[in-house]
């Protein structure tokens, strides 16, 4: 596609429910980014994906979330057992390497009843 | 640590009101600054890349200005149309996560007709 893909814009779910978020990044990106934004807070860096590299997932606030990439494009961000607190927007954004501006996607908004 | 600290949260203004928006920032090693705008509901839209003091770039009523020590957006004559959130991020040369982007927390625009 020719932007940063993102499913599903919308999610509700229950407290103590897995739910999985989709990112399809820009065909050619190497590297993607998962971020959260939650009302009235700016952009909190969670996990990258930078080619083969082992993945920094030095923003991931809890075992609970952990993300995959899967042939170097999709990925997947997880989130186990989710808590009221999860609530947020989840943006997704790819670029060409470690450089440059990054290419963001849509968002999924997350609710967490 | 690296921050990005963004002034003033909400700015209101009438039509053709010039004014300027101000990220401060402390980075050991600044690889790049970014502007972004975001309108209600989407994701970050990328506007400027700055990478060295002094340098300056424009985009239509948009003209963004970098220092050592913070960056401004300067937004000459405003529309109705240019009202959406301005986030300033920068990226560091060093430490653990070079990749990742650290970002503001926005600055509100409101413009008037």
């Known amino acids: 596609g020719a932007g940063v893909s993102q499913s599903p814009s919308n999610k509700v779910t229950e407290k103590g429910k897995d739910v999985e978020l989709r990112c399809d990044p820009i065909?050619?990106?190497?590297?993607l980014y998962w971020y959260r934004q939650s009302l009235g807070q700016g952009l909190e860096f969670l996990i990258y994906?930078?080619?083969?590299?082992?993945?920094?997932k030095s923003g991931l606030p809890s075992d609970r979330f952990s993300a995959e990439r899967t042939g170097g494009s999709v990925s997947t961000l997880t989130i186990q057992r989710t808590q009221q607190e999860d609530s947020a927007v989840y943006l997704c954004?790819?670029?060409?390497?470690?450089?440059?501006?990054?290419?963001f996607g849509e968002g999924s908004r997350l609710t967490v009843l | 640590e690296d921050q990005v600290t963004q002034s003033p949260e909400a700015l209101r203004l009438q039509e053709g009101e010039s004014s300027s928006l101000n990220c401060s920032y402390t980075?050991?090693?600044?690889?790049?600054l970014f502007w972004y705008r975001q309108d209600p509901g989407k994701g970050p839209e990328f506007l400027f890349t700055?990478?060295?003091a002094g340098e300056e770039k424009e985009k239509e009523r948009l003209k963004a200005t970098l220092t050592k020590k913070e960056s401004f957006l300067h937004i000459t004559a405003p529309k109705p149309e240019d009202s959406a959130t301005y986030l300033c991020?920068?990226?560091?040369?060093?430490?653990?996560?070079?990749?990742?982007?650290?970002f503001g927390k926005g600055t509100k625009l409101s413009v008037k007709p």
């Open positions: 954004a790819s670029r060409t390497g470690l450089a440059g501006e990054l290419f």
């Open positions: 065909s050619g990106h190497t590297a």
């Open positions: 994906f930078q080619g083969n590299s082992a993945p920094d």
């Open positions: 980075v050991s090693g600044l690889r790049g």
């Open positions: 700055l990478y060295s």
């Open positions: 991020a920068v990226q560091s040369n060093y430490g653990g996560s070079q990749g990742n982007l650290i």
